[in-house]
């Protein structure tokens, strides 16, 4: 069950970056939230409040929201990494940054895999690490960029730093325990909701510019998508955090960069490289042993 909730998240959150991606190269990463964000409020506050399962409690509720703080501001970094760089690079970058945190947490937690489920993990850690790779010509050139401001502004150093929201975002939904149904996904969903608004905020002080808009049911539709799938996603990630360890969980939720990538490969003719396959391939046998383990 906990593979397959996992892994459940995982296409979700690839299909959503992927639209959410598409959406911000056309507009910026803030106004794609301003989209994103309430719709996918809307969506688990519902849930929540359908499934029942719990009654809102202030602690679960205070992890939640300060996973949604980690969580929003990933995905402004995140977005906006897709907006700097290749999907087929940010993606991975972004989820090996968050699968090694919560691994890390949930070894130093006591958890320990079956030794087939432990080399499942690691290889899909090692396919994550495969899929990151960027060509060489790719690196030479965002070293050469001139200004050390532009350098960590570039598609895969914001990736990275996401990827480590992320990763927070992940262990701090543990953490909140699942005694209160959905309730602590409503509270990450405040925090991403205040970040959004401080992010806001703060481009008006500055009189920065939002952006242009989304124009066209298409565009609007696809953000509209993109939020709803991403709420989905935690919810189904939340799911699998509390029914298995989290190491297990936020490994085979990390893989939703192959979703991105395949997406990519498709809609932008992003190529893939050799190395890229192998990571694939790599996946897939890391999920089998997880899966027979």
């Known amino acids: 069950m906990v593979t397959v909730l996992a892994l459940g998240a995982a296409l979700a959150y690839g299909v959503a970056d992927f639209l959410g991606g598409a959406v911000t190269r056309r507009s910026t990463a803030l106004r794609t939230l301003t989209w994103c964000i309430p719709v996918g409020f809307v969506i688990i506050l519902v849930s929540a409040l359908l499934t029942g399962g719990g009654t809102p409690a202030p602690g679960p509720i205070a992890w939640g929201f300060t996973a949604g703080l980690a969580g929003g501001a990933g995905l ?20 090996l940054a968050t699968a090694v945190l919560p691994v890390a947490v949930g070894i130093a937690r006591g958890e320990r895999l079956d030794a087939s489920v432990a080399a499942g993990v690691l290889l899909c850690l090692v396919a994550i690490a495969l899929v990151s790779m960027e060509a060489g010509h790719e690196r ?74 989304l124009s066209g049911w298409t565009l609007i539709g696809l953000a509209l998508l993109s939020g709803t799938l991403d709420a989905g996603a935690n919810v189904l990630y939340f799911l699998a955090a509390h029914k298995g ?33 192998v990571g694939m391939a790599v996946a897939v046998a890391g999920v089998a042993l997880v899966t027979v383990g």
Request: net charge positive.
């Open 140 to 213: 030479a050139a965002e070293t050469a960029a001139p200004g050390w401001r532009r350098h960590l502004d570039s598609g895969p150093i914001m990736a990275g730093v996401s990827g480590t929201c992320f990763g927070v975002f992940f262990v701090l939904l543990k953490t909140a325990g699942d005694g209160s149904g959905l309730w602590p996904i409503v509270g990450a969903r405040v925090g991403n909701v205040v970040v959004i608004a401080v992010a806001l905020l703060a481009l008006a002080l500055r009189g920065g510019d939002l952006g242009p808009r």
């Open 245 to 277: 360890m989290l190491s297990l969980a936020a490994v085979l939720t990390s893989l939703y960069p192959a979703i991105t990538v395949l997406l990519a490969r498709f809609a932008y003719t992003e190529r893939l490289r050799a190395i890229q396959r």
């Open 76 to 95: 402004i970094t995140f977005y906006r990494a897709l907006a700097r760089g290749p999907m087929n690079v940010v993606a991975p970058v972004s989820a």
